[in-house]
Every structure is written in structure tokens, then in C-alpha cells.
């Protein structure tokens, strides 16, 4: 098995509907805008992944309810596997992706949102590289939980009784591999794209990239944050 075949990597994200994603950054923002950023992200974040994927991991998306995408969204997710997620709660979702990817013979398994289109792709690589010695690789987010969770084994621990959409998700998720001694290696911290604040974090961080020296640029985001700002 080549290394292409024996690693997945799969997004996580809501349909595009407006009133219904980056809720948060409203009414700072209108449905509209907050659906235009999203879109963006998502298309700058699922191009990254496959720039990423190519050579080295089968990259899926996977959508939260049915997804009735168009134009370069629709062209972007043609190159990926798209599939839908099946369970009551965000945990049983993700404990059902890693079970069915380990399953169908991946041996690592990386799930990542799709709130951080700035994303170092170095960091996907550390996660493989990490899943190489370790069962479970951590992405911890600014907001308490995390933007990356990587396996090579299914712990179902960590997905059950969790505060979801709290900011005490990471340190349940971290006690739980504390005491199931569940080995693990840690990514650097990062941030989503949820509030207010971290949508200027974002511009400001854009504005400083330089293009190309981190793969695809998301210049879709960078495009729709200049022109809510102009």
C-alpha cells in the first residue's frame, strides 16, 4: 500500500446556506456576507488540502446535511471524495469518519475543520509524521477545542460526553488521553475563524503572507475580507 492510499485526510464542514454558517459574525456581518467569507474559506481551505493531498493522502470532504454547492465550490469539491456524516452528535460523527476510513485500509486518519484557511500545511504533515510513533495527534485551538484531530486507532472515549462548542472540549479530550495513557503528540496552536476578532486576526495575518510560500494562497478569503472592509 503507498503512502497516497494509506492516509486520509478529511475536512469537516456545514452546507453552504446562508442564515445557517459563521452565525457568530452576525449582525457585525449580514447572512449574505457571512455566507460569502464562509464559501471562501471553505473553497481557499479545500484547495489547500488537495495541493497538500497530492502525492502523499486521499483528501474527503464531509458535510454536516446535504450540500447543494455551485460554481468554483462545486467545481473544487469535484476534485475530492465528498461524503456526508452519520451520527447524533459532533463526536459520534467523527468516531463513525475514523471508523469507516480505518475500515476501508487508511492506517492514519486526519480530520480538520474548515475555519482556518491560513492553516500552516506544515502542520498536516507533523500530524502524519506524528501518527508514524503515536496513536492519536492533537491540534489544539485558541478557543479550548481543537482544530485538528489525527488517528491510527479508534479511541471512542474521546468522542463520548463531550461539551461540544465549549471551550472545555480540549481539556476533556486531553483528560481522557491522560488517564486511557492513549500516546499523543501535540501540534502547535492555531486559531478558528468565529468571532469578530479573529476575522481581523485573519486579514491582518493575509496581509503579511507572502503568496505561494505555503501552498495555494487563499486569496477567495483575502478577496471577500477586502471588500467587507472597503
Not at 459563521?22 to 471562501?40: D, F, H, M, N, V
Not at 465550490?73 to 475514523?98: F, I, K, N, S
Not at 485538528?148 to 462548542?165: C, E, K, T, Y
Amino acid at each position: 500500500m503507498s503512502a497516497t492510499d494509506s492516509r486520509a485526510i478529511v475536512m469537516y464542514a456545514r452546507p453552504p446556506v446562508e442564515g445557517r454558517v459563521k452565525t457568530r459574525l452576525q449582525p457585525g456581518l449580514s447572512p449574505a456576507q457571512a455566507l460569502s467569507l464562509y464559501e471562501a474559506m471553505l473553497s481557499d481551505g479545500i484547495e489547500r488540502m488537495t495541493a497538500f493531498a497530492a502525492g502523499s493522502a486521499v483528501p474527503f470532504v464531509s458535510f454536516s446535511g446535504e450540500c447543494h454547492a455551485a460554481g468554483e465550490l462545486a467545481r473544487l469539491l469535484g476534485t475530492v471524495r465528498v461524503e456526508y456524516q452519520l451520527g447524533e452528535d459532533l463526536g459520534a460523527r467523527m468516531a463513525h469518519t475514523v471508523e469507516t476510513r480505518l475500515r476501508e485500509g487508511f492506517r492514519q486518519v486526519v480530520l480538520l475543520g474548515s475555519d482556518s484557511p491560513n492553516l500552516p500545511l506544515d502542520y498536516l504533515d507533523q500530524a502524519f509524521e506524528a501518527l508514524m510513533a503515536v496513536d492519536l495527534v492533537i491540534g489544539p485551538a485558541e478557543d479550548g477545542g481543537y482544530y485538528l484531530l489525527g488517528a491510527r486507532r479508534l479511541h471512542r472515549r474521546l468522542f463520548q460526553q463531550v461539551p461540544w462548542g465549549t471551550a472545555g472540549v480540549l481539556s476533556v479530550t486531553r483528560e481522557r488521553i491522560k488517564s486511557g495513557r492513549i500516546t499523543c503528540h501535540e501540534l502547535p496552536t492555531w486559531y478558528d475563524i468565529d468571532t469578530p476578532a479573529s476575522v481581523a486576526r485573519l486579514q491582518a495575518d493575509l496581509q503579511r503572507s507572502r503568496p505561494g510560500e505555503d501552498g495555494p494562497e487563499p486569496h477567495r478569503t483575502r478577496r471577500v475580507l477586502a471588500g467587507l472592509t472597503a
